[in-house]
């Protein structure tokens, strides 16, 4: 089993960036592949990125490739999201999850608490 904590959101303005955090429990984190999920006011939550246990492949929401990159510090149990050029359709609440060792055919086991990012314009 492992926990999940994320960090990282705030309130910015259309433009900005934010690097998101998730840091696991427990010695197998380096064993999950480890994904980033968005939930807005009134729709459903979706899937942002990807990555796989070794970091060596990743898969992205296609409207948000270019914008967002997934990675992640096994040695610090640790998944990052850096988001550039913000937008306000962009706020939500990010949550991390992990679950398998592959990013191809993720499906969560275990999910973190959320962060909330607001993005204003």
């Known amino acids: 089993q492992v926990q999940l904590v994320e960090s990282g959101g705030g309130l910015v303005q259309a433009g900005d960036s934010l690097r998101l955090s998730c840091v696991g429990s427990?010695?197998?984190?380096?064993?999950?592949?480890m994904g980033w999920f968005r939930q807005a006011p009134g729709k459903e939550r979706e899937n942002v990125a990807r990555?796989?246990?070794?970091?060596?492949?990743?898969y992205y929401a296609p409207a948000l490739k270019g914008r967002f990159t997934i990675s992640r510090n096994n040695a610090k149990n640790t998944v990052y999201l850096q988001m550039n050029s913000l937008k306000p359709e962009d706020t939500a609440v990010y949550y991390c999850?992990?679950?398998?060792?592959?990013?191809?055919?993720?499906?969560?086991?275990?999910w973190g608490q959320g962060t909330q990012v607001t993005v204003s314009s």
């Open positions: 427990g010695r197998t984190f380096s064993s999950y592949a």
């Open positions: 990555i796989s246990s070794s970091g060596g492949t990743t």
């Open positions: 999850a992990a679950g398998g060792s592959s990013a191809f055919n993720f499906v969560p086991d275990y």
